[in-house]
């Protein structure tokens, strides 16, 4: 069993669960719930949309060594 908050997660298990104020909405793979369960849909549209080409621009996210640079005062500017 995973939980997942992130859907690329779960993509290709055999049966995903999708919840809504703590009740389940629906039960199904992924092919299932794009079809009849409106959450799900919306959920995957947000969460893998396109990024505007506005976007495709800015600086990528700092990499998992930044964190402690910027604590020891040697941050990247």
Known sequence: MTIAHRLSTVLDADRIVVMDAGRV???GTHPDLMRRDDL?????V???AVVPEAHAQAAP???PDAGEARRAGQGHR
Do not use: D, E, I, N
């Open 61 to 63: 996210p700092p990499g």
């Open 25 to 27: 909405r629906a039960v």
């Open 40 to 44: 799900y849909r919306r959920l995957v």
């Open 46 to 48: 947000r969460q893998f």
